[in-house]
Structures are given as structure tokens and as C-alpha cells.
């Protein structure tokens, strides 16, 4: 396979005779059956594959398996996107999207790594304390923070209510918030 430089001509576990086609940061590459996603993108010779949270400096493929600390990407568009999935973890199957995250507006060139020039004024931790004020600006602040983190938005989730007079506690309550109320069984 002359499109993957750094694949090993024997060996493996995979299924050289069936190829897959799936894209990483909009950019087409080929992997065969068997591959995880870290596999196929080494062998496409892709070393950057993230940038760390905090000071966006460059990340790799580190180990092979569930310990990966690096790899971390986001499956699919849209609503059904998954963030944080280590690519090693990743069966690839034909058509599959996945993207970096932790950059701003490309892996290549990160905006973001500009962080790494105010490490020394920004100690470990530094914005508990700094995004409290004012009252009630944490929704702008968080944001900004997830935007520049590469992690997505926060999406609303459905809050069980669980107890005797559930019915009428959450008619009350989450009727009035233009929540669904789910009767109890």
C-alpha cells in the first residue's frame, strides 16, 4: 500500500486485502480492516494528533492501548459528536470522521499555544478562583473556556426527580421550567 509510507509489509492482526476510507481534521486517508484509528493514522504518517489543554503544546500517539493519555479525539459531527475518545481505543470502519480537539483554528497552527508564553503568571489552577466574579458570569466565562479547550458545548441533560410524590413535585417544578415530566411506573 504505497499511500501508507509507514505500514509494515507482513504482520498483524488486519485484514490487508480490505481497505477503508475515513478522514481526520477534513483530510482523507486510507487504514485497513482491523486497524484502530491510532494505528492507521501512524501508518498515514500523522504524528500530531492533539494539543494539550492547558498550554496547547503539540501531543502524539504515546502507547497503544486504553492507558493513551494523548490521542484524545472527537467521533462524528454534530449532535451525535463523542469528544475525548482515545484513538487507540477506536475500531477504524469505513467513513469514519474524527477530528483533534484543544486547537484553534487548525492543529498546525494553534493560537491557543500562545498560552505557553504566560505559563509562568498562570499557576496551576489559577482560574477556580479567577472566573467567580461577577455573580452569575460563569455562563459567559465557561464558554469562552470550553470553546479555547476544544470541548464542546454543554448540552442540556434530563434531571431525574426521584421520590414519593414525584408526580406532583415535578408537575410543580420542572412543568414550570418547560421541562417534560416523565409519570412513575
Known amino acids: 500500500m504505497s499511500q501508507q509510507p509507514f505500514r509494515l509489509p507482513i504482520g498483524g492482526r488486519i485484514d490487508r486485502s480490505r481497505t477503508l476510507d475515513f478522514s481526520f481534521d477534513g483530510r482523507r486517508y486510507q487504514g485497513l480492516a482491523g486497524d484502530s484509528l491510532a494505528a492507521a493514522l501512524l501508518a498515514n504518517g500523522v504524528r500530531l494528533v492533539g494539543r494539550s489543554f492547558k498550554y496547547h503544546r503539540p501531543r502524539g500517539i504515546l502507547s497503544a492501548g486504553p492507558e493513551e493519555p494523548n490521542a484524545l479525539v472527537r467521533l462524528r ?49 489559577f482560574y477556580y478562583k479567577t472566573f467567580m466574579a461577577p455573580k452569575g458570569a460563569w455562563r459567559f466565562y465557561e464558554h469562552l473556556i470550553r470553546r479555547a479547550a476544544g470541548m464542546g458545548r454543554r448540552l442540556p441533560i434530563p434531571i431525574p426527580i426521584i421520590t414519593r410524590s414525584a408526580t406532583r413535585i415535578a408537575t410543580s417544578s420542572s412543568s414550570a421550567a418547560g421541562r417534560r415530566v416523565l409519570p412513575r411506573r
Open 77 to 125: 459531527d454534530g449532535g451525535r459528536a463523542e469528544p475525548n475518545t482515545r484513538a487507540t481505543m477506536i475500531e477504524l470502519y469505513d467513513g469514519l470522521v474524527a477530528t483533534s480537539q484543544n486547537r484553534f483554528p487548525s492543529l498546525g497552527l494553534d493560537l491557543g499555544a500562545a498560552a505557553s508564553l504566560m505559563a509562568p503568571l498562570l499557576p496551576a489552577g
